[in-house]
């Protein structure tokens, strides 16, 4: 593997909405680090109380198209109608997710699995080699959240490895804000290294403010792409195909 970081993003100029649809008594959750101002009405003055990140919140109207969208970190979203510790107000919905933020510590996606869903089954370990002297395994877990399917599937090989799950009726950008507080180290080392490394001059100046945000786009073919190099090669995927969402950490030498 060449000892050269590299951090790749494929990104097109088309509006990204953070969350799906979602309707009155839904219950979300806040995924901005700093956490989420309510306000008295849809982009007013009045604060009425910070909504700390991790806090779970219940919606009082069906998500609307209006009024205007509102940009945040570049993450397009409408203004939420929410209630909140006995509080009723508006709240940007760009940072909000059906999904419940990581527990402290968490930094798999076979342990955030084992935190939040309801396993559906029980694992079943298939042999993806014929080659008894070298152990390449698929462990596969299902799991329900709510209504939704879970798939949670488990890689291990000489020299190689990796999780990825598949989840159904969620958004790319929920996937995107999981996946940067599951594997916050992997997504800052790789930017500092790649910004750091020597050859990078070769490349055009990078912002590691914008790089590290999910800035105004939807990448191309509903798939988000980060992958960064040393010694070993880690890859993170996220993509949305047909309404599943579908979340992918490899890494292998």
Not at 147 to 160: H, Q
């Amino acid at each position: 593997m060449k000892n050269l970081l590299t951090l790749t993003l494929l990104l097109i100029a088309t509006a990204a909405f953070a969350i799906g649809n979602y309707t009155t008594n839904d219950e979300l959750y806040v995924y901005a680090p700093s956490g989420l101002k309510l306000r008295s009405t849809p982009d007013g003055e009045t604060v009425l109380a910070t909504i700390p990140f991790g806090a779970k919140l219940k919606v009082l109207e069906q998500r609307k198209v209006l009024p205007q969208i509102k940009t945040v970190d570049g993450l397009n979203g409408y203004w939420a109608k929410i209630s909140y510790e006995g509080k009723t107000g508006y709240i940007f919905d760009g940072y909000l997710s059906f999904l419940p933020t990581p527990k402290e510590g968490c930094t798999s996606l076979s342990k955030y699995c084992g935190d939040f869903f309801k396993p559906a089954s029980t694992q079943l370990v298939q042999s993806l080699s014929t080659d008894e002297e070298v152990s390449d395994e698929n462990t596969i877990q299902l799991y329900t959240f709510g209504s939704r399917k879970v798939v949670l599937t488990i890689n291990s090989g000489y020299e190689w490895g990796g999780e990825y799950i598949t989840i159904q009726n969620l958004s790319l950008e929920e996937g995107y804000l999981l996946s940067k507080i599951l594997f916050k180290f992997a997504f800052e080392n790789s930017l500092k290294s790649y910004t750091e490394h020597p050859e990078a001059k070769e490349y055009k100046k990078i912002d590691m403010e914008a790089l590290s945000v999910f800035k105004l786009t939807n990448p191309p073919n509903n798939s988000f792409v980060v992958e960064f190099y040393s010694e070993c090669s880690n890859a993170l995927e996220i993509a949305q195909r047909q309404n599943t969402l579908f979340i992918k950490l490899s890494s292998g030498c």
